[in-house]
């Protein structure tokens, strides 16, 4: 199973932070087709499903805004567990164990890729593999600081460690 973390991770969401913040979740699906996805996400998204991979999303964020991005780029994601699914946001596990549980996924066989420190101290609370993407850093200090299992600085850089992990074939 692979978890991503949303926000800097699949899409740049750089541009509405400030909304983000705040709280203002309206304001961020107006501006939600303007916002951009890294290069590769897509088809890596597609490769995976294409493998059986399980690909899920857990967000600090409403689901409302990666299921949009979903139904817009046709992503074959199943699972998503915003902030309204769980008492505990990252750093705590909560998330990423109740996605694991939907899947029928067990720690071992899960990544989870993410931007922040928050996300590698949630892998480590669930006991899965710790991926960081740094693609979508300004400053990857904490995230470098944090010891993810492993670092990417471009999505194809994941996609090649992925390959190799999990034996997709190239």
């Known amino acids: 199973m692979i978890i991503f973390d949303f926000d800097q991770t699949l899409v ?9 913040t705040a709280g203002n979740w309206r304001a ?7 916002l951009p996805v890294y290069e590769g996400i897509t ?6 499903d294409e493998s059986g991979q399980t ?26 567990v915003g902030y309204h699914h769980v008492k505990n946001r990252k750093p705590h596990p909560e998330g990423l164990l109740l996605a694991m549980s939907k899947a029928g996924a067990v720690p071992g066989d899960t990544f989870h890729v993410g931007d922040q420190p928050q996300d590698t101290e949630a892998s ?32 194809s850089e994941l996609r090649e460690y992925l390959r190799a992990k999990i034996g997709i074939d190239a």
């Open 12 to 20: 740049d969401t750089s541009s509405v932070e400030h909304l983000r």
């Open 28 to 34: 961020v699906m107006a501006q939600a087709s303007k």
């Open 43 to 48: 088809e890596l998204l597609q490769e995976l």
């Open 55 to 80: 690909i899920a999303i857990v967000t600090k964020s409403p689901d409302m805004v990666p299921k949009a991005f979903i139904k817009a780029h046709g992503w074959p994601i199943d699972i998503v």
């Open 124 to 155: 480590r609370g669930a006991n899965v593999t710790a991926l960081a993407s740094a693609w979508g850093c300004t400053d990857t200090s904490g995230l470098i600081a944090s010891k993810p299992d492993a670092i990417f600085n471009s999505v």
